[in-house]
């Protein structure tokens, strides 16, 4: 019996497709030309020369000089994403401080807001202050010209569909997230009403961030924590996070490292976040915050070494076990950590190697990574934003001329 196939798509279907294509190739760029985007495709240059004018009326790509290849022919004109026109909003709620940026096609931060808060509040009050922060943004980002296709909103604990399931760090339960903050936005400012809205956990978002705009070269497959009040996680596979079945995958701060240990606020006793979470690490250490723990950590002071070494153990024999079942080729650490890793690595380091069976993680490995610096939850909900921009330009174009 055959099998039903696909429907072949039309001329402007296929258009649609190398809009796309193009736009994305540019972005990953930076800079190019007509030819070199050409060359990387497989389109012809006639078919790729009125690619790239379609997006430079739509406003997606700008003009910029000419560039020299050194070899025989015309100099080509330098192709660059637009720095106005469609950005990509993104709004980080955490324990205690919410984060807004708008970024734009080239990924540079425009627009960038923190405000300080006890966020363990009734859901709706902590939504609707995140909602001000972000239209004082758009506000913001509407004198650059640029016009937000989107937010994102990362948020701690489970998410799912919209809504947060559980946060124990910040008591919420069964939070209708996305409606609460989009309700909020537009009755501050009406003309976001239907402004499309996506959430995730804030420990994908961050490693989103660091997968689109990171340093660490051609890095594919890697596990993410972020230090907060609690511990995140998160876990890239060839360039995709993987959520598991119910999108709650990468819950490292809650794996049991110690049962006999303190009790979490998930129920549960001996989390990794009770001995490697912001809040443990400070009062282990009896410091006034985190600047305070760096401090006394640089002073030689016992009991902050002693924080930091356990924690760096603590982390080291969750991490092993995500490593031996997961086989990344890194493990980075954001959030709080990278200010902490001269005290936090060789702690987790020696338990990485005396507990991964591969033998590939001994401490000179290099696997141990700080995040790269500007990839927060907030810029990854930017591009998750973004993405969609690039997968479909005309979707989001001002006129949708085919």
């Known amino acids: 019996m055959n ?12 258009r649609r497709h190398n809009l796309s294509l193009v736009l994305r190739t540019v972005h990953e760029a930076g800079e190019t030309t ?41 100099p080509g004109t330098v192709l660059k994403p637009a720095d106005t026109g469609s950005a990509g909003l993104g709004v980080e709620i955490n324990v205690d401080y919410v984060t807004v940026c708008v970024v734009d096609l080239t990924g540079t ?24 922060i972000a239209a004082q943004a758009l506000d ?17 604990g489970l998410v799912s569909g ?16 996305e409606r609460l903050f989009g309700d909020a936005l537009a009755a501050l400012r009406p003309g976001t009403k239907g402004l499309p809205l996506t959430s995730d956990n804030e420990a994908n978002m961050a490693a989103l961030a660091e997968l689109r705009f990171g340093t660490h070269g051609d890095l594919r497959t890697f596990l993410h924590l972020t230090g907060e009040i609690g511990v995140g996680g ?28 303190p009790r979490c606020r998930c129920g ?62 890194a493990v980075v650490l954001g959030g709080i950590y990278p200010r902490l890793m001269p005290w936090l690595a060789p702690a987790l380091a020696d338990e990485l190697a005396d507990r991964v069976v591969s033998g590939l993680w001994t401490p000179d490995a290099g696997r141990l990574r700080p995040a790269s610096a500007a990839t927060d939850a907030s810029r990854g909900a930017a591009a998750l934003v973004l993405h969609d921009v690039l997968a479909d330009p005309l979707a989001y174009a001002p006129t949708t001329d085919d």
């Open 140 to 156: 913001a980002a509407a004198e650059l010209r640029l016009a937000p296709a989107g937010a994102g909103l990362a948020l701690p």
């Open 234 to 261: 998160a876990i890239v596979v060839h360039g995709e996070l993987l959520r598991g079945a119910h999108g709650f995958a990468g819950e490292i701060g809650h794996l049991v490292v110690d049962a006999d240990g």
């Open 34 to 74: 007509r030819a070199a985007v050409a060359a990387r495709v497989g389109l012809t240059r006639p078919a790729v020369s009125s690619l790239v004018e379609q997006l430079l009326d739509l406003g997606f790509l700008v003009e910029s000089g000419k560039t020299f290849s050194g070899q025989a022919g015309r």
């Open 162 to 177: 919209g809504a947060v399931r559980q946060a124990p760090n910040l008591g919420w339960n069964e939070v209708d997230a």
């Open 268 to 329: 549960s006793r001996g989390c990794l976040e009770q001995y490697a979470g912001q809040a443990a690490l400070v009062g282990a250490a009896g410091a006034t915050g985190v600047p305070d723990l760096v401090r006394r950590a640089e002073a030689a002071d016992p009991r902050a070494l002693a924080a930091l070494g356990d924690a760096g153990r603590m982390l080291g024999r969750a991490l092993s076990g995500a490593v031996n079942l997961l086989d990344p080729e």
């Open 3 to 14: 099998q039903p196939t696909e429907p072949k798509a039309d001329k402007s279907g296929v």
């Open 109 to 132: 931060d425009r627009v960038r807001h923190t405000e300080r808060l006890d966020n363990r509040a009734a859901a709706p009050d902590v939504l609707t202050r995140a909602a001000r």
